[in-house]
């Protein structure tokens, strides 16, 4: 069974950068895909991007060239971060493996404030 | 980006009711849909993958079906444990994108 757990600072001062760490057990991150969802206070869900298991990365262009999605081999983790936050970038953070098809495994999330 | 728009936004359902919820692509998607139930403070559970195949472990009430631009997810008869917000996916086209979620209440 897979299974995926975010760690990354809760809050987060306007301009800065947002880390999060997606821990992988039960697998390979070198397998499928993996992605990153977001779900601000209120609203529906959004795709941030992806990794592929070749460490091919894929962006929302809703987000621009704020966002980076990269992986470590080595520790069975892939990673977020997200520059120039502003408050509307507030929300719970979901890693998540993808398929080709569909996402299959999701983590618990973690919510992250964007506030001085 | 492909927009997708489900309805109703929001619906009330008794227990044992049958319950269908439409999602609409803007444009075809071929059958590359996805079904999600989302609780609060829980994270998302895949239901449905390419618009008709059950994940592992979801029961037999839930069914999706359609293909190109129009979909529908069905709970035959709902269970207390149901009542979530459903959201439907696309992953046709990069970026993937969500509906705006249904809200499935109890009556």
């Known amino acids: 069974q897979v299974q995926l757990q975010e760690s990354g600072p809760g809050l987060v001062n306007p301009s800065e950068t947002l880390s999060l760490t997606c821990t992988v057990s039960g697998g390979s991150i070198t397998n499928s895909y993996w992605t990153w969802v977001r779900q601000p206070p209120g609203k529906g869900l959004e795709s941030l991007g992806y990794i592929s298991y070749s460490g091919s990365a894929n962006y929302n262009p809703s987000l621009k060239s704020r966002v980076t999605i990269s992986m470590d081999t080595s520790k069975n983790q892939f990673s977020l971060r997200l520059s120039s936050v502003t408050a509307a970038d507030t929300a719970v953070y979901y890693c998540a493996r993808g398929q080709q098809t569909h996402i299959d495994y999701w983590g618990q999330g973690t919510l992250v404030t964007v506030s001085s | 980006d492909i927009q997708m728009t489900q309805s109703p936004s929001s619906l009330s359902a008794s227990v044992g009711d049958r319950v269908t919820i439409t999602c609409r692509a803007s444009?075809?998607?071929?059958?590359?849909l996805s079904w999600y139930q989302h609780k609060p403070g829980k994270a998302p559970r895949t239901l449905i993958y390419?618009?008709?195949s059950l994940q592992s472990g979801v029961p037999s009430r839930f069914s999706g079906s359609g293909s190109g631009t129009d979909f529908t997810l069905t709970i035959s008869s709902l269970q207390p444990e149901d009542f979530a917000t459903y959201y439907c996916q696309q992953s046709y086209s990069h970026p993937a994108t969500f509906g705006q979620g249904t809200r499935l209440e109890i009556k």
């Open positions: 390419v618009a008709s």
């Open positions: 444009q075809s998607i071929g059958n590359y």
